[in-house]
């Protein structure tokens, strides 16, 4: 009896250092002063966009879990109704999901979206930015958590803020404020 206690007391040790583990490497977003992962996700028209081809100019990255539902089409709204302001600061927007390249073609066509939509269908980027979320809504797993960063055009996160609640949206007037101040 007490050899299978410390065995069972054994195993929940190793559960939880498992459990922290994959904390650290997956969950855990880019905080301001880090260098923004590299990434290459196509966009609406199937073209591969980078991280690289903003070089030099400031980027808001906004992630959002799926093309089609009312928070996610208010705040790619929001930056559609915002880039005059964007470009006049030298920045550009894109914004990321795990819905097919086609999805986002057609949303970013209903909603009239003047910026790029990227396709992380792999999931490869919301797991290098931090967010990923693991449980959705009707039991989808893995869409991103809603979520605005935006890096300076040497490649460091200037702002960053990951929503735990996919009902709320980013802070725009704290993140127009780092990009003017950029």
Do not use: W
């Not at 003047?114 to 449980?135: A, C, T």
């Amino acid at each position: 009896m007490k050899r299978n206690l410390n065995f069972i007391r054994q195993r929940i040790v190793c559960f939880v250092i498992l459990q922290i583990i994959h904390q650290i490497l997956f969950i855990m977003a880019l905080q301001v002063g880090d260098k923004a992962p590299a990434f290459k996700l196509f966009n609406t028209d199937k073209k591969e966009v980078s991280l690289e081809d903003f070089k030099g100019k400031n980027l808001v990255i906004q992630f959002f879990p799926a093309a089609f539902t009312g928070v996610c089409t208010n705040q790619m709204c929001e930056m559609r109704d915002s880039m005059a302001r964007y470009n006049s600061l030298n920045a550009e927007v894109v914004g990321v999901s795990v819905d097919m390249p086609f999805t986002l073609g057609q949303f970013k066509a209903a909603q009239d979206l003047n910026f790029d939509l990227l396709s992380d269908f792999n999931k490869n980027m919301i797991k290098d930015y931090g967010v990923y979320r693991e449980n959705f809504v009707f039991g989808l797993i893995g869409v991103a958590n809603r979520a605005a960063f935006v890096v300076d055009g040497e490649g460091t996160i200037r702002y960053a803020e990951v929503l735990d609640n996919p009902g709320n949206l980013p802070n725009f007037a704290a993140m127009n404020e780092v990009i003017s101040s950029l």
